[in-house]
């Protein structure tokens, strides 16, 4: 068994499995030098750094899978694919986590929210009902080749409905087949106790840590001493990469050069490092004709 698809021994671990979000194979390379054994996909950030626009349900199949195909191509890590709401009715659903699952995805994510959906830590997010999420999940489970491909269901019914109704629709959830529960969005540390506490000992349950989001941020030991299995920090890196981003332009800029900036990048040889670029060229030097 390859690290890409033993997630399920990672979840079932006592200690809690953390996956930072990327949103392309260099950010996954970058996360596996890092050492850690899994990756998030997160739609959100692909929208971001890809279309330059919000989570509004902006992104297609065609683009989640493209990127699911490109990182597992490059690295030997199981990916949690964010794919929004299947895009689509139970039928779009079953095609998402076929194409997903031949991609390369070790598990899937779905959520209740109505089309076209919405970061989850925005306002004004709607639902589908409980009956049609339920069949959604069951229709994921059903269309997944391979058993150790992991359906996760999120529900936004937090800030919606209350968490009482969230936790309500999450056991529908596990009842329809789901492997990992995700409540989002809880706005307090009781909120996310409430939810551990609700399912422990029968489904793992996942933690979302968004800085400056509607949930408290809390350390991967403080949830995994709550009762979480997995917590993802989705949009961490692009969070970052702006931060970043903004200060070598300002800095080029006003100097009209990068000089000033240097000791915060890595040079020419250094990104060559990371990419393994000599080791693809001694590769191909394999196949170089022995008259050259």
Do not use: W
Not at 132 to 158: C, F, P
Not at 182 to 192: E, G, T, Y
Not at 223 to 240: C, D, T
């Amino acid at each position: 068994m390859t690290r890409k698809n033993n997630l399920q021994e990672q979840i079932s671990r006592h200690e809690i499995a953390i996956a930072p979000g990327v949103y392309d194979a260099l950010g996954a390379l970058l996360a596996a030098e890092a050492g850690f054994e899994a990756v998030y996909l997160s739609g959100a950030s692909i929208a971001y750094a890809r279309l330059g626009k919000p989570d509004i349900g902006l992104l297609g199949l065609t683009d989640v899978a493209a990127t699911v195909s490109a990182i597992a191509e490059r690295v030997d890590l199981p990916i949690i694919v964010d794919a929004d709401t299947g895009y689509g009715n139970a039928l779009n659903v079953m095609q998402t986590v076929k194409r997903l699952e031949r991609e390369g995805a070790a598990a899937i994510q779905l959520e209740d929210q109505t089309f076209p959906k919405r970061c989850g830590h925005l306002s004004g997010k709607t639902l589908i009902s409980v009956d049609e999420m339920a069949g959604k999940v069951k229709a994921a489970v059903d269309a997944r080749r391979n058993s150790r491909t992991l359906i996760i269901a999120r529900t936004d019914a937090a800030v919606v409905e209350g968490i009482v109704a969230a936790l309500d629709r999450a056991e529908r959830y596990a009842e329809a087949g789901a492997d990992i529960l995700f409540v989002d969005a809880p706005p307090s540390r009781s909120d996310l106790q409430m939810i551990a506490d609700r399912f422990a000992g029968r489904l793992p349950v996942m933690a979302n840590m968004v800085e400056g989001g509607a949930t408290p941020n809390l350390t991967a030991g403080e949830l995994e001493a709550m009762g979480f299995a997995l917590v993802i920090f989705p949009g961490s890196l692009v969070r970052a990469t702006v931060f970043m981003a903004r200060e070598l332009l300002a800095c080029l800029r006003e100097h009209g050069s990068t000089d000033d900036c240097r000791e915060r990048m890595v040079d020419f040889a250094g990104l060559n490092e990371v990419l393994d670029t000599s080791a693809f060229l001694q590769a191909g030097k394999r196949y170089e004709s022995e008259e050259k």
